[in-house]
């Protein structure tokens, strides 16, 4: 893992000297929490709502807004000097104190944003995994192919190709898993050409992504037009998945709803975070596509074949990355239209680095991601007092501030972007 | 390292993504010095430097991408489609069908684009160029842009919202204030650059200061900035009195940019402006001291640290002077182009385009002004083939990005066209 890796050089930099970055993130967000729930403070009660149909009623939490915002600005601002003694004994702040941190913030803006009415916490959590599926798909493409030394800046234009593909034979063939697979091969076939471009041809990677990436976006768009418009109706009309609920489980209150109740695309999801990252961490595939993204040519010298366990790798990567292309088509919209990744291929590249290339971590990125877009919407369709304009920067300013104040610099795999040539 | 020349000189240095760095094979053949012995005659020699050198293969590069577009269209075309059913019985009829929809689309793509022998005089037919010049200009401006930060390894993909914040300072300039001529449209610019430097200078301190990934922040800023615009559209800072819609009132006369030719033409003093810019690169580049720099940093940050230079400063000056020159593309789409009132879609996918532009000029200055070039002659070629041949307009962004795509990879057109690797007579492929 990167972290492993990177561990030695952190630490040592971290006892030479203090970074005091941490709190002031957190100091920060105190002070916007004092602006906006304190100084701007609203009245009413707001009312979180837990209730979901089927399952065991859960009483409606109902917080009084001005009192929650001062309680949640004291709080915060008291953890902000928490954060800097941390750091003078210390040395760090653990990540758990940064989480409930946010958490807190969370609640108090919720409560802030929805004075005088109710918000659906079931409906907010369940969006927010919607929205993060076709990001951690991408995450996890990301993470692959850049462990094995790949960089692929092409996710975008491998989401499309997904959709796409997904969208034209789920509709002729009736069938919603021929769409899977459609997409898992449209994802590969893009792949192919990163792969065989950047090993092969050795191309700068960055070039060869970005390229890829307005490739997708035109031909896809130019065989919408042309193509799909005129046929609609059967070419552009895949039937979508259902939601599964899993017995049991699913009746477990706000959790069955949210994890357990999903379309089967989401929980191939599921699967393919714990397996990308038990095969990452724990076996001999995820060993040596390190070791190549990492030195390969300590991996060439150990007999691995550099160029063949790249160019496979990132193939299973865009195989990935399509998945989450057909999470647009088949999982949501059930339609294919222009442009319907929107820039999630961009997001999720930067989950990828805000997760530090771990699959884990990098998913809890697309996930954070996810859920701040749902707040977002959410709000926007509760009624909030701020424009749903102002509203929908909410998840880039996080990410932003997020990167700068509490990832910092990261290092990725070392042989990253560098073409391998035996010799 | 058998010739491989993957002529993609982007020296993508320590973005975060690529190692940082670049290898002697990115290097174009024709800087790496003359390794390859010259054989006697002149004419020879001649012949095989046109055959191994770089400019053979990105005209091959752009053959191969009309070929891809060539069948793209006729794929899609309904009559060769309804041809295609017979093929058998008279396979002349779907290849007439096929040369109509393909020589159509381009013929049509030529007549918008570069010469329009339809009209009445010479001078009249090259309006088409005009056109074509303007749809450039901005790209050049926003391509040398993103040109400067790979040269100094900073990947800028926040072309977009440069582009709108260059194009919301310097519109706001121009429509609230009606100077005298010439003087506003200067201060306009000046806003315009403000702006955009602005965006990026507050990513370049990001990563100075906390080590943010630029990749990141460039990507999350675009999104900002498109909905603060959109927002700012509809309140009374932008939004046009009495309007409903969230577009800004239109541009003061004083403050556009003034035709340098017959109104006909569509070639203005924006485009003067970007040959100024370009030469000032140029400039920039290969003899400035800070250029020098950059280049260092872009070549190798860590060397160039140990050689004294101040890496993170470097970093930051070379975002400002990127975000400049995109900030230019906004200004160009504002006082230029769009002078009635401009919405949050102004930046007409300018700062995506952008990257493919400079990529396409190998990220050098006069590089990236022939690649705007022909990237404009395409855009303006493609209305004209969407109107008149009902050809998708998308249909030329597959074209451009495969050219990109094949002038990357050198030694993949030579094997197409069974070329010769340059140096092979030399090392063994």
Redesign the interface.
């Known amino acids: 893992m990167s972290t492993r890796v990177a561990a030695p050089v952190v630490g040592s930099a971290a006892s030479r000297e203090l970074s005091y970055k941490t709190p002031v993130a957190l100091g920060i967000f105190a002070v916007l929490a004092l602006l906006l729930l304190v100084v701007f403070a609203r009245d009413g009660v707001s009312t979180f709502s837990f209730t979901q149909a089927g399952t065991v009623a859960l009483p409606n939490v109902s917080l009084p807004v001005r009192a929650t915002g001062i309680a949640v600005t004291i709080v915060a601002a008291l953890m902000t000097i928490g954060a800097v003694a941390l750091i003078r004994l210390r040395g760090a702040v653990p990540r758990w104190y940064v989480a409930v941190f946010t958490l807190l913030l969370v609640v108090g803006f919720l409560a802030w944003a929805t004075a005088g009415q109710r918000l659906p916490i079931v409906g907010l959590l369940t969006g927010s995994l919607a929205l993060a599926a076709p990001l951690i798909f991408g995450a996890l493409g990301g993470v692959v192919s850049e462990r094995v030394g790949i960089v692929n800046i092409a996710i975008e234009g491998q989401l499309l190709a997904g959709a796409f593909v997904s969208a034209i034979i789920a509709s002729v063939t009736k069938n919603l898993f021929f769409g899977l697979l459609g997409a898992v091969v449209a994802g590969t076939l893009v792949s192919f050409v990163l792969a065989a471009l950047s090993i092969k041809y050795v191309v700068n990677q960055v070039i060869v992504g970005v390229v890829l990436n307005v490739l997708m976006l035109g031909l896809t768009t130019f065989l919408y037009e042309t193509v799909l418009v005129p046929a609609s109706s059967t070419l552009n009309a895949p039937p979508t998945f259902a939601n599964l609920a899993i017995p049991g489980l699913s009746l477990i209150p706000i959790i069955g709803a949210v994890v357990f109740d999903q379309s089967v695309v989401t929980y191939l999801m599921i699967v393919a975070v714990i397996v990308v990252w038990i095969g990452l961490t724990r076996t001999r595939w995820g060993l040596r596509l390190r070791a190549v993204g990492e030195h390969p040519q300590a991996a060439d010298t150990v007999g691995i074949n550099v160029s063949r366990t790249r160019f496979w790798n990132v193939a299973l990567a865009g195989a990935i990355v399509g998945l989450g292309g057909a999470y647009f088509t088949l999982g949501s919209v059930g339609s294919f239209s222009q442009n319907i990744t929107s820039g999630a291929g961009y997001i999720a590249l930067a989950a990828v680095i805000f997760g530090r290339w771990d699959p884990l971590r990098a998913s809890a990125a697309g996930l954070l991601f996810g859920f701040a877009s749902q707040v977002a919407n959410i709000l926007g369709i509760v009624g909030s007092p701020v424009p749903s304009d102002i509203l929908l920067t909410l998840p880039y300013v996080v990410t932003i501030i997020a990167v700068a104040g509490l990832v910092g610099r990261v290092r990725g795999p070392a042989a990253a972007g560098r073409p391998y040539v035996k010799g | 390292?058998s010739g491989?020349g993957?002529a993609?000189a982007?020296p993508?240095g320590d973005?975060?993504?690529?190692?940082?760095?670049v290898?002697p094979?990115?290097i174009p053949p024709e800087e790496r010095g003359a390794d390859v012995e010259q054989p006697a005659g002149r004419v020879r020699a001649t012949l095989i430097a046109i055959r191994d050198g770089s400019a053979l293969t990105t005209v091959l590069a752009v053959v191969i991408a009309l070929v891809v577009g060539a069948v793209?269209i006729a794929a899609?075309n309904p009559t060769v489609q309804s041809t295609a059913g017979y093929f058998f019985a008279r396979p002349t009829d779907m290849l007439s069908a096929i040369g109509a929809s393909v020589g159509g689309a381009y013929l049509a793509l030529l007549q918008g684009g570069v010469y329009d022998w339809t009209q009445a005089s010479p001078l009249d037919a090259l309006q088409s160029f005009g056109h074509a010049i303007g749809f450039a200009t901005p790209l050049i401006a926003a391509g040398l842009g993103i040109a400067v930060g790979f040269r100094s390894g900073v990947?800028n993909?926040g072309g977009q919202g440069q582009v709108l914040m260059g194009a919301a300072f310097a519109g706001y300039v121009g429509f609230t204030w009606n100077g005298p001529p010439i003087i506003t449209m200067l201060l306009a610019v000046l806003f315009g650059l403000l702006g955009g430097g602005l965006v990026a200078g507050l990513v370049g301190v990001?990563k100075a200061?906390?080590?943010?990934?630029e990749?990141?922040?460039t990507?999350?800023?675009?999104?900002?900035i498109f909905?603060?615009l959109?927002?700012a559209l509809?309140t009374p800072l932008l939004q046009a009195p009495g309007s409903g819609n969230p577009i800004s009132p239109p541009e003061h006369p004083n403050a556009v940019f003034f035709s340098v030719l017959p109104a006909a033409y569509h070639v203005n003093v924006g485009f003067l402006l970007v040959i100024v810019g370009t030469i000032a690169c140029s400039w920039l580049l290969s003899r400035s001291s800070i250029g020098f720099k950059m280049r260092a940093v872009g070549e190798n940050p860590r060397a160039a640290r140990v050689a004294g230079i101040e890496v993170n400063r470097v970093f930051t000056a070379a975002m400002v002077i990127s975000g400049v020159l995109v900030g230019f593309a906004g200004v160009y789409q504002v006082l230029g182009t769009t002078t009635s009132g401009f919405t949050s879609g102004v930046d007409a996918g300018i700062g995506?385009?952008a990257?493919?532009v400079a990529?396409l000029g190998r990220s050098r200055p006069w590089g990236v002004f022939w690649a705007g070039i022909l990237f404009g002659v395409f855009q303006a070629g493609g209305y004209t083939m969407q109107a008149a041949q009902n050809?998708?307009i998308?249909?030329?962004?597959?074209v451009?990005?495969?050219i990109?795509?094949f002038i990357?990879?050198p030694?993949?057109v030579r094997a197409i066209f069974r070329l010769p690797q340059p140096g092979a007579r030399k090392v063994a492929a």
Do not use: H
């Open positions: 390292m491989i993957g993609g982007v993508v973005t975060g993504l690529a190692g940082g760095g290898d094979d990115q793209l899609t990947f993909i990001l200061r906390t080590g943010a990934n990749v990141i922040v990507i999350m800023l675009n999104y900002v909905y603060l959109d927002f509809s995506f385009n990257i493919t990529l050809v998708d998308n249909a030329v962004q597959v451009q990005s495969v990109v795509l990357a990879a030694p993949l």
